[in-house]
């Protein structure tokens, strides 16, 4: 029980910090490629 709980926790935080960092990395992703066409 205790290894499922620990699991579930974990499970919910990675999801939390992958939600709260996903606009993050799109956003730099989405500056490079502008920064890369305009370079062309």
């Known amino acids: 029980m205790y290894l499922s709980e620990t699991f579930l926790s974990l499970l ?8 709260a960092l996903a606009p993050v990395i799109l956003l730099l992703l989405y500056q490079r490629d502008l920064k890369d066409k305009n370079l062309w």
Do not use: D, H, M, P
């Open 12 to 19: 919910v935080w990675v999801a939390l910090i992958g939600s």
